[in-house]
């Protein structure tokens, strides 16, 4: 939510910034800018819209020198225009900041200095903060890094910012509190700042991560020093990336979402490599394995989230409490942080997130950090927020998730879930070495049958045609396909903007029932297993309404086959890792379904990747 880029040092900065953006546009894509620093002037050019709208408006201008912040933004104060776009200057234009995050007491601050005669230009809670920092600054004397303290000592909210100063022209001064920021360090004293490593690590894999609370100075001269908000300074703590430039490409796809979705024979093998093997019948998850008996112990183990890592959280809630019999919650981190949950010392709070930065769920962690609960996560970008602040937990190791709609984050999201259910399982005596040996090899087997069912992308291609122009769409599941349903209906409403609604099948004929008619495709997922019997009566109830059905079923299914509209079959697996496979034909389609549309996949309206905002 909101790309922050900036560089420092010998090179041209410019084309090192917009490269960054590029790659953060999946940050937010409602405008973007640039701020240049040359022979002591800053020169701004921002626009409306994509990254690629700004580089046509530069393409004349000159955009020379060694200092440049950029910023892509995803709009929270005020419309997207180019008004609004960062970098945000101050009056006098000394200053000018990029900024992520939300100064939540914006309002008066910005009254106050209205009072003392400034006029504001945007509708921006950054614009506000870039002339607080400016006021003190002049007003006081005193240096820019001592100004942006004082003026952060006044602020509410959450942030991210680089700031700059045409009167201290060596230095990019960059602090956070709440929003991600990651400084890389170059070989000549040059340094690279983004909101998350991407746009770095094609030049350093030397990184910083800011902490809450710490401000950087970055100077071209003296190199880099790093302070607590109180002014302390601090030893940096210098990281090697593990990142590869080749995962933050398409490496020949159309779009990252369509990359992503077939990458997932491999990001799901990723995921169990060296925690499991069945020939040797042993499971292990070093991240949380100190932590094992402490969960098996706990009262609950309540499962936070948002979106889509929120239905990966109830597949959890499936495998934890039938393989394990640990009793699980499963809570939207967004409510949770605000209903003053009973939390106390004996409840696990496991937070999953693809980014590691959602606002909410870092949030709800740390209420339940507060309370004494033991704090767990499951993550995918390492050295994110979440993963730093958690007791201990587990990486998906699903490499880059680029396009907006998550995809293989998901299901690597499910493989450790599962894998930390066997494990607990097996420890609590709840799984017998038989069982504990064949869900373990059925495990190893979803690569392959995750490929198989990527193989007839040309099948379910062709239902995607049939199906493209439907105003809504019905998902359906019983279990752990319940959860498989809403995922499908999320995929299918953010990247198509079609409306569709996942429900429990048994509940359909509580309300839902009513929306069927001709007009109406209703995906069901009916795969073999426990409720199979019970999904065909509730396809029949819609097939008795006129309504359309695209069923996933078992391979070699006649029952389903014989009544559904269309049917895209699937291998057959422990019914307990079917939400591992079922998803897969419900991302293709809504892919499929969105690009026939003329839908920006990558991009889609209004949405940002890591919503580091509540
Ligand atoms: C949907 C999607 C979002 C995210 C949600 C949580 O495709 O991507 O619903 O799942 O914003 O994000 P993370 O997992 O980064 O916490």
Known sequence: MCGIVAYIGEKQAYPIVLNGLKRLEYRGYDSAGVAVLKNGNINTYKKEGKVSNLEDFVKDKDITGGIAIGHTRWATHGPPNDVNAHPHTSENGNVTLVHNGIIENYDSIRKELESKGYTFKSDTDTEVLCYLISDIKTNTGVKLGKAIRLALQQVVGAYAIVVMCEDEPHKIIVARKSSPLVVGIGKENDFYVASDATPIVEYTKQVVYLNDDEIAVLNKEKGMKLYNIDEVQKEPYV???????????????????????????????????GRLNAKEGWVSLGGIKYYLNRIMNADRVVMVACGTSWHACLVGEYLFEDLARINVEVEYASEFRYRNPIINENDIVLAISQSGETADTLAALELAKSRGATILGICNVVGSSISRLTDAGSYTHAGPEIGVASTKAFTAQVTVLTIMAISLARRKGKLNEAKFRSILSSLEAIPKKVQAVLDKTEKIKKIAEKYKDAANA?????????????????????????????????????????????????????????????????????????????????????QVKAIADDIIEIPETNEHLVPLIATIPLQILSYYIAVMRGCNVDQPRNLAKSVTVE
């Open 474 to 558: 019905l998902y359906l599941g019983r279990g752990s396909s319940f959860p498989v349903a809403l995922e499908g209906a999320l995929k299918l409403k953010e990247i198509s903007y079609i409306h569709a609604e996942g429900y429990p099948a048994a509940e359909m004929k509580h309300g839902p029932i009513a929306l069927i008619d001709e007009e109406m495709p209703v995906f069901v997922i009916a795969t073999k297993g426990t409720s199979y019997e019970k999904v065909v009566s509730n396809i029949q109830e819609v097939k008795a309404r006129k309504g359309k059905i695209v069923a996933i079923v078992t391979d070699g299914d006649e």
């Open 239 to 273: 990281e090697e990336l593990e990142l590869h430039l080749e995962a933050l490409e398409k490496g020949g796809y159309e779009h990252f979402m369509l990359k992503e979705i077939h990458e997932q024979p491999t990001s799901i093998q990723d995921c169990f490599r």
